[in-house]
Nanobody, 124 residues
Framework: QVQLVESGGRLVQAGGSLRLSCAAS????????MGWFRQAPGKEREFVAT????????SYTDSLKGRFTISRDNAKNTVYLQMNSLKPEDTAVYYC?????????????????WGQGTQVTVSS
């Protein structure tokens, strides 16, 4: 059984930084794609970034390029989301997700496994 556990969310002031972690367990993730999504109150869940566990190749939603960075630590089975220059509009629950295969996707329905989410709140 795949388990994804996010951590690192908290209250931060605008302009600050946070690093979210997603600890993955339950199987070998060498042929998986990992993604970060977020959902603000009253809005749909939206794509943030994705990374291939094998190749390390990444994709980002255009609006967050340059501020957010996704990375992974194969030895720790952990995926990270480094978030810099945070803005109040970044306030959301951030979710980690996983899908089998080698094709990165920005679509929520493409992911089979989800974590419980971690709350990020950015104050102005």
């Amino acid at each position: 059984q795949v388990q994804l556990v996010e951590s690192g969310g908290r209250l931060v002031q605008a302009g600050g930084s946070l690093r979210l972690s997603c600890a993955a367990s339950g199987r070998t993730f060498s042929s998986y794609i990992m993604g970060w999504f977020r959902q603000a109150p009253g809005k749909e869940r939206e794509f943030v970034a994705t990374i291939s566990w094998t190749s390390g190749r990444t994709s980002y939603t255009d609006s967050l390029k340059g501020r957010f960075t996704i990375s992974r630590d194969n030895a720790k089975n952990t995926v990270y989301l480094q978030m810099n220059s945070l803005k109040p509009e970044d306030t959301a629950v951030y979710y980690c997700a996983a899908r089998a295969g080698t094709v990165r996707s920005a679509t929520t329905t493409a992911y089979n496994y989800w974590g419980q989410g971690t709350q990020v709140t950015v104050s102005s």
